[in-house]
């Protein structure tokens, strides 16, 4: 309804726009959706945006400014006990949550049958990804619209498409992750972080190269903080780095507190994982060892240097990984501006 301001004019406010996000999953994935999430807000007037995601994750979608409300959603943990009394009540209180809402878009990002699943609970004009574009195209049956977008493109990329066809708009220029809430304020210390362990012992690199790479990184004068994610690979970094008095093995942290971890480091190098990308999206240096999956889909991308390295495969050579960190520490050396988040400190 328009008002009059104080110097007598007629304000008309933007109408808002309710949008319902469906994203749940995994860490990478949501990495690479935050910079559509920057788009919808820059070019959509009045953009209210709430996401579902998985529960573990729920940090993710909170750390962008743009997201109103996050909608956790236990997959993951239900699955287990998908019958029991507790579960069925969880989800029927999810599914009243969604279905009292009435949105104007619901996006489904993800084109997956347990992701139709949530969309099919909610009110509002459905949008996903068309039979030839979706991962699982059975999902594509049950949108009210329906996008094409192509396939092999990065994921960054195919996720600013889908938001631009569902709104109506063109974006351009470089994704925006919209991090700024983890980055301000922190300051760049002499230390990498090194992420050397994965989900499947096929994405692993040589032990030997790894140690080629810390020697290199204490030549530049920096410490280690190597990150790990559960019992089994803290044995194998605290075995990586045994006798190293300048690493340090990480102990389990939220997400926030691993995200602001990544922020003050001088460099990041990882196998392909949620957090390598993670650091990419908060503007530090970071080098993506691939080996069991293929960069074309998944590059790193970021505001500072990066290097996707390998194929599935076909691991880097130390080399390679080596002649990477060499032009990453070039790069962050003669760019200190593409961090926002504060001083680096040598």
């Known amino acids: 309804m328009p008002w009059w301001n104080g110097a007598g004019v007629t304000y008309n406010p933007p109408m808002t726009k309710r949008i319902l996000i469906v994203r749940t999953s995994s860490l990478g994935d949501l990495v690479h959706m935050l910079p559509a999430i920057s788009d919808i807000a ?80 909610t009110r509002g004009q459905r949008h996903g990804l068309d039979l030839r574009s979706a991962r699982e195209p059975l999902a594509s049956f049950f949108y009210d619209v329906k996008h094409t977008v192509k396939f092999w493109q990065p994921a960054v990329t195919r996720q600013r498409e889908l938001a631009a066809a569902a709104f109506g708009y063109v974006y351009e220029g470089s994704p925006d992750f919209g991090l700024e809430a983890i980055t301000n304020g922190v300051t760049v210390m002499p230390y990498a972080v090194i992420m050397p362990s994965a989900s499947r012992d096929d994405k692993l690199w040589p032990e030997a190269d790894w140690h080629r790479v810390f020697t290199r990184l204490h030549e530049h004068g920096l410490s280690l903080k190597l990150l790990s994610g559960n019992a089994a690979e803290t044995a194998r970094a605290k075995s990586l780095v045994a ?104």
């Open 243 to 346: 006798g190293d008095e300048q690493a340090e093995v990480l102990p389990r942290m939220s997400l926030t507190d691993v995200a602001k971890v990544l922020a003050g480091a001088r460099i990041m190098v990882g196998l392909d994982s949620g957090l390598t990308h993670l650091s990419a999206g908060l503007g530090r240096p970071t080098i993506g060892i691939y080996k069991a999956s293929t960069p074309v889909r998944t590059p790193l991308e970021g505001p500072a240097y990066t290097a996707s390295l390998g194929e599935r495969g076909s691991a880097p050579s130390a080399e390679t990984v080596l002649s990477a960190i060499g032009q990453a520490l070039d790069f962050d050396d003669s760019s200190h501006a593409q961090f926002t988040g504060g001083d680096i400190v040598s």
């Open 42 to 121: 820059r070019h959509v007037p009045g953009a209210q945006i709430d996401w579902v995601v998985e529960e573990g994750f729920a940090e993710i979608p909170a750390w962008h400014p743009s997201v109103h409300e996050v909608i956790p959603v236990a997959h993951r943990r239900w699955r287990k006990h998908w019958w029991s009394a507790e579960t069925r009540a969880e989800r029927a209180a999810l599914r009243q949550k969604l279905s009292e809402r009435e949105y104007d878009i619901v996006l489904d990002m993800q084109a997956l049958m347990k992701s139709v699943w949530l969309v099919r609970q």
